[in-house]
Every structure is written in structure tokens, then in C-alpha cells.
């Protein structure tokens, strides 16, 4: 759910630059949403729960999870950025934040939990790089998990990552005797086990709708969203898209950039197939069931896998990861399928705590996992 500062992609594997500024842009988000609420709302005739199995399908499993990447960076949105030693106070803290949300011990349970579980697909957000220049600290989510599934056993994955929201800050407190030179970036990541996909393309979005630049220390900077597509080729050649994206923060202010985005999102997975593909999308959406945003997706043929097979909601946000008493209040994490065969299972995950010694309890992510198992032909 944090909020980060882009200022340029500087770390692009996937990253796809959007040119232009959006205009006129609450009429053309009205103006959209009114086309997709008004559509049917009929999903695909074929998905279904009952179609018999046969040996020519292929089941895949699939995770997705918000990671965390443990300090809130959307305090900098409400501190003067253009006072030095307000953004070395203010940056300190957020560094202070990181360390206390212990990563790297909670990257180590979310191994644990893929060795176990072996996963086919695992969608990922707020997935963090983060360099410190001054003792050559180096924090890589997606490194790192993968060095832990490799060194407990796991299978092997290959990765796709979209890095944005990039920020560089340097700067020195008043009087010039500490520094803080941090580089930083977040965006979207899909691991994808070797031994049951072959990937045959890919590419990425930067959502157009965003919040407005800001100022810092007199750059601009702007947060920024976006979905990474994926086309696989499993084992029995069937071929199938996958989408992963962060959506905007659903509260009442950037309520309206998040649906935005979501249209967005709707027109992106139409350029990259037919209707009658087989096509999953996977993340954090910010906003409950019956929202807007859900709803575009809806209309575009997809089901709620988990709603699929349980017929409720089931709460996926938000923990605080550090104080294991605080409870899930709502879902905003979902995985979407469309024409699909039958799903076999559907379960929140990764939704306990753990014990750091001499630390006390912690949460993976204050988010939890939602994870699903489906047939497809």
C-alpha cells in the first residue's frame, strides 16, 4: 500500500516509457467508466466449475502477493521537500522503518512457504531494490527470495521484473556532519517455475494516470503504477497471458486516479490477445469487491477465482507486520481467470505470523497472500 517517488526509470528491465501528459483527465475517466459499469457484466461461457478434466489440460498454481517493502514512503508527501534538512530528517526515519520491518527474515518465511507449496506462478508487488551508498547496503527482494528458495531445495524460477518509482536522495542534515545517499525503486515482479513454463514474450505498462509530480530539493519526482504481461507456453503447449499491477491507493483522494488506472489496465489486456484466450491477472487492486475498479475487470470476462470456489470474501489487508495482534479488515488482493476449465483450489495465504528471536512476532507482509490452482484446456 506505500507510496513511492519516481523521478525517472533508472533501473528498466521491462520499464515502457509513456509519452505525453494525460488532458482533460477526470472527463476522460468519467467518460470510461461509465462505458465499462454499463456493459454486461457476463463472464466467459467458458469458465466453468463442472467441465470434466481430461489429460490434455493443464493445471497451473498460482500466488500473489503486496511484499511489503516496509516503511511508508508516502510520509515524504506531507514534509516540506524542498528543505534539506526536513528531507534528512524525514528520510532517516523512513530508513530506521526499514530496518525495524526486518526483510530480510520475512523473505526468508515467504521461501520457506513457496518450497513448500512449489508454486507454478508467484505475482508479486511493492517489490523493493534499495541501495545504501554510504556502507554499500544492497537490498534486492527478488534476489534475495530466489537465493533463499534455491538454498532451501525450491525449484528453479526465472523472474520478470518492472522497476519504478525510483528515487534518488542525497542529501546532508543542517550543519553537514551526517549524510543520506539511498537509492531506491519498487514496481512488479512474476516468478515462473522452469520446469512448467516457457516464456514467449513480454512487456510492461506505466500507468498515464498518476499523482501529479512534486517537487524534491527542486526535481520533480512522480509516484507512479504500472502491470508487467507475460505469454507462456506450458508443458502441453497450451498458451496462456498473465498480468500482474499495483493499482493506486483506493482512499478518497487517489480514489480517482486508481480507476483510472484500472481502464488502463483494460485496454492494455485487450491489445495483448483474443477474447477466447486463456488469461489470468493477479494483485493489488486498493479497493474492496464491487468497486470500480473490479468491476471493469468483470467486464472484460474475468472471475474472482477465490470468490469462485468459496462464494465470499475473504480479508487480505492490512496487517501491521510488526505487531501480530492487528487484524485483516478487507480484500483488495485478488487473482482473475478467464476461460478456464474449473479451479481446484483457492485459499488466503501466508496469513500467520512468525516468531524472530529476541525480536518477537512478525507478519510476512501486512498484506496476506492469495493463492489458487486452476485447470485450463
Known amino acids: ?8 526509470n533508472i533501473y528498466g528491465v521491462l520499464d515502457v516509457s509513456n509519452g505525453g501528459k494525460m488532458k482533460a483527465f477526470n472527463i476522460l475517466v468519467v467518460l470510461f467508466l461509465s462505458i465499462f459499469l454499463f456493459l454486461s457484466c457476463s463472464t466467459s461461457s467458458r469458465n466453468s466449475l463442472t ?22 514512503a508516502g510520509n515524504l508527501l506531507t514534509v516540506n521537500l524542498l528543505d534539506s534538512q526536513t528531507v534528512f530528517t524525514q528520510g532517516k526515519l523512513l530508513y530506521q522503518q526499514f530496518l525495524a520491518s526486518h526483510a530480510l527474515e520475512r523473505l526468508q518465511v515467504l521461501a520457506d512457504s513457496i518450497v513448500r507449496t512449489a508454486p507454478d506462478v508467484v505475482c508479486l508487488q511493492e517489490v523493493l531494490f534499495f541501495r545504501n551508498l554510504d556502507n ?15 538454498s532451501l531445495g525450491g525449484p528453479a ?5 518492472q522497476h519504478h518509482n525510483a528515487i534518488s536522495l542525497r542529501v546532508k542534515n543542517s550543519v553537514h556532519t551526517d549524510s543520506l545517499n539511498i537509492l531506491a525503486s519498487e514496481g512488479n515482479a512474476i516468478l515462473f517455475k522452469n520446469a512448467a ?17 512534486l517537487p524534491l530539493l527542486g526535481a520533480l519526482i512522480t509516484p ?17 497471458n498473465l498480468f500482474t499491477t499495483h493499482l493506486e491507493d483506493g482512499s478518497s483522494a487517489l480514489d480517482v486516479i486508481g480507476d483510472a488506472q484500472a481502464v488502463e489496465l483494460a ?21 474492496t469487491p464491487g468497486g470500480a475498479r473490479v468491476t471493469v475487470i468483470k467486464t472484460l470476462g474475468f472471475l474472482d477465482l477465490y470468490d469462485a470456489v468459496n462464494h465470499s470474501d475473504a480479508e487480505t489487508c492490512c496487517y501491521n507486520v510488526a505487531d501480530t495482534t492487528v487484524p485483516l479488515t478487507e480484500k483488495i488482493d485478488y487473482i482473475f481467470g478467464k476461460n478456464f476449465v474449473s479451479v481446484q483450489s483457492a485459499k488466503v495465504r501466508l496469513n500467520g505470523s512468525f516468531t524472530i528471536p529476541g525480536v518477537g512476532g512478525f507478519r510476512v507482509s501486512d498484506h496476506a497472500g492469495v493463492g489458487a490452482s486452476v485447470t485450463f484446456h
Open 224 to 240: 507512479q503504477r504500472g502491470v508487467i504481461f507475460a505469454r507462456f507456453k506450458t508443458d502441453k503447449q497450451t498458451i496462456i
Open 267 to 287: 485496454s492494455f489486456i485487450n491489445s495483448k490477445g483474443g477474447s477466447s484466450e486463456t488469461q489470468f491477472l493477479a494483485g493489488d487492486f486498493n479497493q
Open 157 to 161: 524460477y526465472s523472474n520478470l521484473r
Open 1 to 8: 500500500m506505500a507510496c513511492f517517488l519516481r523521478p525517472l
Open 197 to 213: 513454463l516457457t516464456l514467449l514474450s513480454a512487456d510492461s505498462l506505466n500507468y498515464i494516470a498518476e499523482i501529479p509530480p
Open 136 to 150: 554499500a547496503e544492497i537490498v534486492d527482494f527478488v534476489s534475495v527470495l530466489l537465493h533463499d528458495i534455491d
Open 51 to 72: 467441465l470434466p478434466i481430461t489429460s490434455q489440460d493443464t493445471t497451473l498454481s498460482f500466488l500473489t502477493l503486496n511484499m511489503d517493502v516496509g516503511f511508508e
